[in-house]
C-alpha cells in the first residue's frame, strides 16, 4: 500500500512542480503543468525567447508576445518613413503598405537607372 501511494496512486494530493501553489491529484497534475499552470514556460512567437505564461499574459503586450523589440522596416533604405518598429507590429506594417513600399522601391530603382544613364552618355 505504501508503494502504491508513494508513487501509483493518480489521486493521492500533490503540489504543482512549477511552484504555482496549486495543489493536484497527482493524475491530473499533468495537464496543469503542461497547458494551464500560470508557472509555465511559453515561447514568444515574435524573438522565440522562452517566459513565463503569466509574464506574456499580464505584461504590456497582452496580444501574444512579450518581445517588444524595435527592428528596423526592410523598407528604410528606400525611405520608408517608419523607420524603427516594434517586431510584433512589423508583419502588419509591411501589408498595410505594401502598396507604398513598392512605390518606393521604384522610385529609388528609376533613380539608379537615370544615375546609369547619365554615366552612360558621359562616357559616350
Given amino acids: 500500500m505504501a508503494q502504491h501511494l508513494n508513487k501509483d ?10 511552484g504555482c501553489g496549486i495543489e ?8 496543469h503543468v503542461n497547458d494551464e499552470c500560470v508557472q509555465r514556460m511559453i515561447s514568444c512567437e ?17 496580444e ?3 518581445c517588444r523589440k524595435k527592428v528596423e522596416c526592410p523598407f528604410i533604405k528606400y525611405n520608408c518613413e517608419v523607420g524603427l518598429i516594434k517586431r510584433k507590429e512589423l508583419n502588419q506594417h509591411l501589408e498595410e503598405k505594401r502598396t507604398e513600399h513598392t512605390e518606393l522601391k521604384l522610385s529609388a ?4 537607372v ?11
Fill in 64 to 66: 501574444g508576445g512579450v
Fill in 109 to 112: 530603382m528609376e533613380e539608379i
Fill in 114 to 124: 537615370m544615375q546609369q544613364s547619365e554615366m552612360i552618355n558621359k562616357q559616350n
Fill in 46 to 62: 515574435y524573438c522565440k525567447r522562452n517566459f513565463k505564461w503569466f509574464v506574456v499574459r499580464t505584461g504590456p503586450t497582452l
Fill in 24 to 31: 493536484l491529484p497527482r493524475d491530473e497534475l499533468e495537464m
Fill in 9 to 18: 496512486c493518480g489521486r493521492v494530493i500533490e503540489h504543482c512542480k512549477l
